[in-house]
T-cell receptor, first 110, second 116 residues
């Protein structure tokens, strides 16, 4: 029973353009939502988070949007850079437990 | 300066063996975790310790036993290894008390376990 879904396993974007990664969830009982980035043979690294009481949080090139009525979360990266190529996981904080989606592999082409 | 380290990075072993994976964090965090990433790439929490006390124990077979000798270390011991245990195991740590804040967790590089 998947509480967090990332329906696009992969995404390819041209350098300089916007990357939009999406995440849907089923349970509304979450306080925080997080995005992690993972390079091959490394552990996930924290990117950005958003509280459930907000609808937007921005940090440099990264912006996370939360649409609670649609139970949808998205991460915008603009402008995209080749170094952004990685697997991106959304995660929901449920009482301290992080529940992860299955990830979207982003490829940014020069 | 590695924040969260795991040993070994790769582990290949036969079915039925017992093995351990070690994790250490030098961030001064109070809470540590073990996650399993299966073949479908899902990262799922297995255990969490706060100041050496077990606080999260997901539905994990009894063959898996975490041990925290101090708050900087969380080891994972697996008895009677099975084929289905093959996965990447990640250790993580966080400073926040459970239930407060986003609970940003810092992950180790992972241990790829292959059971033959």
């Amino acid at each position: 029973d998947q509480q967090v879904k990332q329906n696009s396993p992969s995404l390819s974007v041209q350098e300089g353009r916007i990357s939009i990664l999406n995440c849907d969830y089923t349970n509304s009982m979450f306080d925080y939502f997080l995005w992690y980035k993972k390079y091959p043979a490394e552990g996930p690294t924290f990117l950005i988070s958003i509280s459930s009481i907000k609808d937007k949080n921005e940090d440099g090139r990264f912006t996370v949007f939360l649409n609670k009525s649609a139970k949808h979360l998205s991460l915008h990266i603009v402008p995209s850079q080749p170094g952004d190529s990685a697997v991106y996981f959304c995660a929901l904080n449920q009482g301290g437990k992080l529940i992860f989606g299955q990830g979207t592999e982003l490829s940014v082409k020069p | 300066d590695t924040a969260v380290s795991q040993t070994p990075k790769y582990l290949v072993t036969q079915m039925g063996n017992d093995k351990s994976i070690k994790c250490e964090q030098n961030l001064g965090h109070d809470t540590m975790y073990w996650y399993k990433q299966d073949s479908k790439k899902f990262l799922k929490i297995m255990f969490s310790y706060n100041n050496k006390e077990l606080i999260i124990n997901e539905t994990v077979p009894n063959r898996f036993s975490p041990k925290s000798p101090d708050k900087a270390h969380l080891n994972l011991h697996i008895n009677s290894l099975e084929l289905g245990d093959s996965a990447v195991y990640f250790c993580a740590s966080s400073q926040e008390r459970l239930g407060t804040g986003p609970n940003e967790q810092f992950f180790g590089p992972g241990t790829r376990l292959t059971v033959l």
